[in-house]
């Protein structure tokens, strides 16, 4: 299962997360964001990312993870930077 689904709405990258049934932070979440920050950065074309929580909740929770435990982390907390 893809934890982080991508689609576009002109020039926003509309990014979702997809981890049923919480949306619960994970490895897979994270590497998912990753890439799609990944995807934002590396087009010009677009122009913000939107990001939504599949179903009913946002992002519950994501313990456990720190920037020596989980190497997509650098990634994610590179979020601010993009822009």
Known sequence: MNMVRTG????????????????????????????????????????TGVIIGGDTTFLAASHGFSSNSDPTFSGVAGLRGCG
């Open 8 to 47: 576009l709405d002109s020039d926003v990258l509309l990014i979702d997360i997809n981890n049923p049934p919480i949306n619960a932070g994970s490895l897979g979440v994270r590497k998912g964001l990753s890439d799609a920050i990944a995807q934002l950065a590396g087009d010009p074309v677009l122009r």
